[in-house]
């Protein structure tokens, strides 16, 4: 049987060993942790990531990749043909008695935000993640305030994150060819979490950003903006900046007040 590669899925698989190397080698796993890779495909990086000796989970959405994961199964190797995104990933973690958790992904880019919402959400408790994520996209994670990418995102991520991009992969190391280009990016856990509701924190961030262009007094009419103001204030900024004038620091700050 021959594979045919599905675009529904965001299959583009990596081909470049040095790439596939470099992506692994960013982990530093021991043998007590706990390696989950989203997205196996052909098992490019899950055949390296079984050098750990780790136990090792790989969400694969597509049956069809039976033909090159099967032979990946053991004791340590566990093959979930499952919607990473539908999954009680919490409830297969549990089965496992480890120290630390790394995630791993050449990710499906339609799907990168959401499942990144997704470890938040559900409080996966991770150590670190690297991802391959469109270029863009990566630039967006690593903005800084008054950039052009920073956005919603970008604050997000660093509430809850040290985000940093580690390398460009170029659209010629995947099979088949995408259209766009790619970048690592890694995400290590921060230790000091700030004590925030996530519903509540993504939504006056989504609302503060909604219309770029205009003021925070614009964007966040319908909220108590004395108090928000307050906040600002006393970090340098008013209502008449523009949201991506603000630092992540203060948006978690007005958060935490809500
Ligand atoms: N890791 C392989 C590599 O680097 O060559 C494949 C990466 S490919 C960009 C993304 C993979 O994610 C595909 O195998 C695709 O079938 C799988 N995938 C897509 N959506 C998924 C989902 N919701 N849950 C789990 N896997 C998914």
Redesign the pocket.
């Known amino acids: 049987m021959e594979f045919v590669f599905?675009k529904k899925?965001?299959?583009?698989?990596?081909t470049n060993q040095t790439i596939i190397n470099k992506i692994v080698q960013s982990i530093e796993p021991t043998n007590k942790d706990l390696i989950i890779e989203?997205?196996?495909?052909?098992g490019?990086?899950s055949k390296r990531l079984k050098q750990y000796g780790t136990h090792l989970i790989c969400?694969?959405?597509?049956q069809e990749?039976r033909l090159y994961l099967d032979e990946l199964e053991d004791e340590h190797t566990h093959i979930i043909y499952d919607?990473?995104?539908k999954r009680d990933i919490m409830s297969d973690i549990r089965a496992y008695d480890c120290n630390r958790i790394f995630v791993i992904?050449?990710?499906?880019y339609y799907?990168t935000t959401p499942i990144i919402s997704k470890i938040i959400t559900d409080k996966i408790p991770i150590y670190e993640a690297v991802f391959m994520v469109q270029k863009e996209v990566a630039e967006r994670f690593v903005a800084k305030p008054n950039h052009r990418e920073y956005g919603a995102i970008t604050v997000f991520l660093n509430a809850y994150f040290h985000v940093s991009k580690l390398f460009d992969v170029s659209k010629n190391y995947f099979i088949p060819k995408p259209k766009v280009e790619s970048a690592v990016v890694k995400f290590t856990a921060k230790t000091e979490k700030a004590e925030i509701d996530y519903s509540k924190f993504s939504k006056i961030v989504k609302d503060s950003f909604q219309f770029k262009r205009k003021t925070l007094k614009n964007n966040l009419k319908q909220y108590d903006t004395e108090k928000i103001e307050e906040i600002l204030k006393k970090n340098g900024y008013s209502l008449d900046h523009r949201a991506e004038e603000i630092p992540f620091s203060v948006f978690i700050e007005i958060a935490s007040k809500f």
């Open positions: 599905k899925y965001g299959q583009n698989f990596l989203i997205g196996p495909g052909a490019a990086l969400y694969e959405i597509d990749t919607d990473f995104l992904g050449n990710l499906p799907i």
